[in-house]
């Protein structure tokens, strides 16, 4: 009787945990173990939930809010980093365990694993988000050059009356000179608004990415900065614009050039591609230790406009980052201020119609 139960518990596809009134773990199936990360249950019966599943910024564990209001909850969701490292997104419903004096015994727990949902809500959410930016933005940039021609043409009428004033002219000069600028601000602005369209083609990521570095290794000699670069056997060809990735990768390459400032005299680049068969999912992984990001600005690098350099425009990571979209794939980053920054990129195999 008790292996059959166990036999039915350990087919459910929801994760299923018991704890007794202390938060102790009495049972815990096997889809339960595998969400946690946990081989098998030797590893955590006995232990306190609160430490396989700890409480944390407006995170907190569900079993321990059951026992300590006295009542069941439903559906909550709980992010954890489980055993393996791996992050992942709970939905956690629990039901009260009572005597028959309606006291509480323990409770349990089922769980699902949210995790892909979560991550195709989080994909969708951006790609909302960037649409609605590339409207203001494209609107900004509308009405910014409006008023602009209509400017630009009454300095031309006070240059042509002003003929032979050359203090007068020297200034308007210069106005038009900002003009100008203002212009080329608008039409940055406008190239970005637009989402990229892709034609997608089957091309070979490695050659793509080999070229790139050849072609800015120039610059990074100029500069002391060494590049390497390294490919797994196995990357096959990708489905995707061969003209926009090549966009993605010349600027993280530059920006990756751009963040030495002189002092380190083992200024490296290294750029790494993988494919895992599994998942079909191309890695693409840019280092340098170079300067690094603050975390503040970390917050900021994809935010059109958004620069710390003399003459940047700053659309660099928001473009790369809108045609990585358009490709439905991710972009992350890990940097450490003196340490250097690593950008990964992932790209999912598409089909080959795109
Ligand atoms: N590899 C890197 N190391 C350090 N900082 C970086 C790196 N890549 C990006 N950044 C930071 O992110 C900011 C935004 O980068 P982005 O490429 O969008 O614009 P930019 O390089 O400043 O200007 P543009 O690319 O338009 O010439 C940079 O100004 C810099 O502060
Ligand atoms: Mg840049």
């Known amino acids: 009787m008790d292996s059959l139960y166990q036999t039915i518990i350990n087919s459910l596809s929801s994760g299923m945990i018991t704890v007794d009134s202390e938060g102790i773990i009495i049972s815990a199936n096997n889809p339960a173990l595998v969400i946690l990360g946990y081989n098998s249950d030797n590893e955590i019966l ?15 564990n569900p079993f321990m809010e059951s026992i300590e209001k006295k009542t069941a909850l439903k559906r909550r969701e709980y992010a954890l980093k489980n055993k393996k490292g791996d992050k992942t997104y709970l939905g956690i419903t629990t039901s009260l365990i009572e005597n028959s004096n309606y006291e509480v015994q323990g409770v349990v727990g089922l769980m699902t694993d949210l995790t892909k949902i979560k991550t195709m809500q989080d994909k969708l959410k951006q790609k909302e988000n960037l649409a609605i930016l590339g409207e203001m933005t494209a609107v900004m940039a509308h009405e910014i050059k409006n008023p602009l021609t209509g400017i630009k ?16 002219i020297e200034s308007i000069e210069l106005i038009l000179k900002e003009i100008n600028q203002l212009e080329r601000i608008a039409k940055d602005m406008t190239n970005f608004a637009r989402m990229p369209q892709i034609n997608v083609e089957s091309f070979d990521l490695v050659d793509l990415i080999e070229g790139k570095i050849k072609i800015h290794k120039p610059e990074a000699d100029a500069k002391g900065v060494k590049m390497e670069f390294t490919a797994d056997k196995n990357v096959p060809n990708y489905n995707g614009d061969p003209y926009l990735l090549g966009e993605v990768f010349n600027n993280l390459i530059i920006n990756s050039i751009e963040a030495f400032d002189g002092d380190n005299d083992d200024k490296k680049i290294e750029v790494e591609i993988r494919y895992d068969e599994n998942n079909s999912l191309f890695t693409v992984r840019v280092r340098d230790n170079g300067i690094g990001i603050s975390e503040d600005n970390q917050k900021k690098i994809f935010i059109p406009f958004f620069t710390t350099k ?36 992932e790209l999912p195999l598409l089909s080959g119609e795109g």
């Open 310 to 345: 003399r003459g940047g425009t700053g659309l660099g990571l928001p473009t790369v980052q809108r045609i990585i979209i358009a490709h439905n794939g991710a972009i992350k980053l890990n940097s450490t201020v003196g340490k250097g920054t690593e950008f990964i990129v």
């Open 153 to 168: 043409f009454g300095i031309e009428y006070l240059k042509s009356i002003l003929k032979g004033n050359d203090d007068a």
């Open 46 to 60: 006995g232990k306190s939930i609160r430490d396989v599943m700890p409480d944390s910024n407006g995170n907190i």
